[in-house]
């Protein structure tokens, strides 16, 4: 390797030189950390080492841990990350900027208190409580840039209906329709005027026209979703070029997304559901993990056996570029850390939404077209493939299993059709219309 240049002759001695300092100290019951032994070591020698090593050892776990001092040493992370502030709003009001009305409202909605009107049809649940007050503060984001009072009338109404007609990215119908509903919703619980009801009241029926002529977005992007052979095979593409680059730090991202990808098609669990941790959220029985869960929606456990096939996706999270060999120790020091399942290169915590957002950057879409994608596929099995896709999703309602088998049996309604209009066509006309 000297000879043809794969690694100097220096790059070798440092090496030579960590190793008979690190390989006697990990005999014993506790053997000093990486950034303790290497102190002394200057950032040169530190990269001079780890080439060493890259060359002779380039799977090693322990490449991992150099990097990370190597990185800490040259920019902390105090410094490195300190300077990402939060993104400014646009388009709505912080929670805190509310009416003082709106938010005793949204109080008493959350401890499940009734509405202050006969007309208001019940406590919307948490997570729709959550969207709920974000249509609020973007009402009240229009009504401040128009220069209206903040207030429950028809013209901040107005206002924010026309913010969102006039997005600099186009909203879909069926958005601007729910958001629009979410607010009329609210109304109702806090007792609106009647002109400010019946106003939303209309506003909701000429946006659900609207709404019904037009393919919802998700529904174009569920339908532009790759089958779930080549999804495989995109996971696969993915971990091959991780395993060939020698950037790490892109090399790991392709990692996550290939485990995204995959590990979420049979279990798509909502985006809050998929920040998991080894020995809490994934546990390992010895065989095979398993998911063990709370779902954030219903606050009902989800356990499922993930199969090796599954599984395989997670190894290679856990050995995240290093060599099968050291798989077993590097699980069980993931189990003991209690760590997150997906991490970046440099170690730190992605945001919540991060295998929502895995999926966008590889598929288009995210994370959450996955349940509309599997209730798709399993729907062709009739009502028991809705069944068993509910239980996938975790999903209970009879209002949504209802929704699902409409759906699945306009698809089969439609390809039948189409399969009866093809079948009609002659060879001949074949030939003069389409040849």
Request: proline share 6%; aromatic share 8%; glycine share 6%.
């Amino acid at each position: 390797m000297l000879l043809d240049g794969r690694i100097a002759a220096q790059e070798l001695h440092d090496l030579n030189t960590f190793l008979s300092l690190y390989v006697p100290r990990q005999t014993g019951v506790a053997s000093p950390p990486l950034c303790r032994l290497l102190e002394s070591w200057p950032v040169p020698k530190l990269y001079s080492m780890r080439r060493g090593m890259w060359a002779l050892f380039s799977a090693h776990p322990l490449l991992r841990e150099l990097d990370a001092l190597i990185a800490e040493r040259v920019q902390p992370a105090a410094m490195k990350y300190a300077s990402y502030k939060t993104r400014a709003r646009r388009f709505s009001v912080q929670p805190e900027e509310l009416p003082a009305s709106w938010k005793g409202a949204l109080e008493r909605m959350a401890d499940g208190m009734p509405g202050q009107a006969d007309r208001c049809l019940g406590v919307p649940v948490p997570s729709m409580q959550v969207t709920m007050r974000t249509k609020l503060c973007e009402c009240i984001m229009a009504a401040r840039v128009a220069g209206i009072p903040e207030e429950m009338s028809v013209a901040a109404m107005v206002a924010y209906e026309k913010s969102l007609l006039q997005r600099e990215r186009p909203l879909s119908p069926v958005t601007i329709k729910s958001a629009i509903r979410q607010v009329q919703g609210f109304a109702l619980y806090l007792g609106a005027p009647d002109d400010v009801l019946a106003h939303l009241a209309k506003r909701v029926r000429v946006h659900e026209g609207r709404a019904n002529g037009s393919t919802p977005l998700k529904e174009a992007k569920v339908l532009a979703l790759p089958s779930y052979e080549d999804i495989f095979e995109k996971a696969f593409d993915l971990l091959g070029e991780a395993d060939a680059t020698k950037n790490a730090v892109q090399a790991q991202f392709k990692r996550n997304a290939a485990v995204a990808m995959t590990l979420f098609c049979p279990f798509p669990v909502r985006a809050a559901d998929t920040v998991m941790r080894f020995g809490r959220e994934i546990t390992w029985d010895g065989q095979m993990y398993r998911f063990d869960l709370v779902l954030s929606k219903n606050k009902r456990p989800y356990t499922a056996p993930i199969i090796p096939v599954f599984g395989f996706f997670i190894d290679q999270l856990i050995l995240q570029g290093a060599d099968l060999e050291h798989l077993a120790d590097l699980r069980t020091a993931c189990f003991q850390a209690k760590r997150p399942l997906f991490v970046t290169y440099e170690g730190r915590h992605p945001h919540p939404r991060y295998a929502s957002h895995l999926w966008k950057q590889v598929l288009g879409t995210g994370g959450h077209a996955a349940r509309t994608k599997l209730h798709d596929e399993f729907g062709r099995l009739g009502s028991r493939g809705v069944e068993l896709a509910m239980r996938a999703c975790g999903q209970r309602s009879e209002k949504t299993a209802e929704a699902y088998r409409t759906r699945a049996f306009q698809m089969l309604a439609i390809e039948r059709a189409h399969a009866d209009f093809i079948g009609e066509i002659t060879d001949a006309e074949w030939k003069e219309f389409f040849g």
